[in-house]
């Protein structure tokens, strides 16, 4: 089976602008979610999308959002972008498992550079 | 908000040697899950724990986890330069779940 895809892997963009990050999951699994990651705060959950819906949502501000689209392929977008955005973007997916947890698989994520 | 601590936060050995890396929490968790990520990379799974207790083994790798579902170590034995890395637990209710900060481990050939 093929991983969780991430694209772009890496990306320029200037204050102000916005930028569209997709992520194809594991085929079969249908939720997916997406995490910030910087040196200084970690791995940050941002949110998680199930069956097309927002299931969960971290403490980001309004500037960061996302979807799901039917085959549970998902993007997220950030509008306004600030130098403080810079981070590697990851998404992970996964096939939920009663009595196993949610193991989350991830992308290679996508390495995001505000100027 | 539950958080997640990890300790040692960076952690440099001898390749042989043996190491334990901690996470810790004050709150429950229903599982609890390590990663291990390499530079420019997403996280790789390693082990899931379910169970108060649960003692699972991957190779020279063992994972424990606590009987009140509050923490969990990570065992290595006979580190190899391979296991350099950084090394994350994540624990959670239902699908969402938090992170530790995480240990860097370097093993020196």
């Known amino acids: 089976k093929a991983g969780v895809t991430q694209t772009p892997r890496y990306l320029i963009k200037t204050r102000g602008q916005q930028v569209t990050l997709s992520c194809s999951p594991i085929s079969g699994h249908r939720s997916v979610s997406w995490y910030q990651q910087t040196p200084g705060q970690g791995l940050q959950f941002l949110f998680e999308?199930?069956?097309?819906?927002?299931?969960n949502k971290g403490n980001f501000p309004g500037r960061f959002s996302g979807r799901q689209f039917s085959n549970s392929r998902s993007e997220m977008n950030v509008s306004t972008l600030e130098l403080g955005d810079s981070a590697l973007y990851l998404c992970?997916?996964?096939?939920?498992?009663?009595?196993?947890?949610?193991?989350?698989?991830f992308g290679p994520g996508t390495r995001l550079t505000v100027t | 908000t539950q958080l997640l601590e990890q300790s040692p936060q960076f952690l440099s050995i001898q390749e042989g040697e043996n190491l334990t890396v901690y996470c810790n929490s004050s709150s429950v968790f229903s599982s609890l899950q390590w990663y291990r990520q390499e530079p420019g990379e997403g996280p790789v799974l390693l082990v899931t724990v379910v169970t108060g207790g649960e003692v699972k083994k991957l190779k020279r790798l063992t994972f424990q986890f606590g009987d009140a579902r509050k923490d969990s170590s990570l065992h290595i034995t006979a580190a190899q330069t391979g296991d350099t890395g950084l090394y994350l637990c994540?624990?959670?209710?239902?699908?969402?779940?938090?992170f530790g900060e995480g240990t860097q481990l370097t093993v020196n050939p």
């Open positions: 994540a624990g959670g209710r239902g699908s969402r779940l938090t």
């Open positions: 992970a997916s996964s096939l939920e498992r009663a009595g196993e947890g949610y193991e989350q698989y």
């Open positions: 999308y199930f069956s097309e819906t927002q299931r």
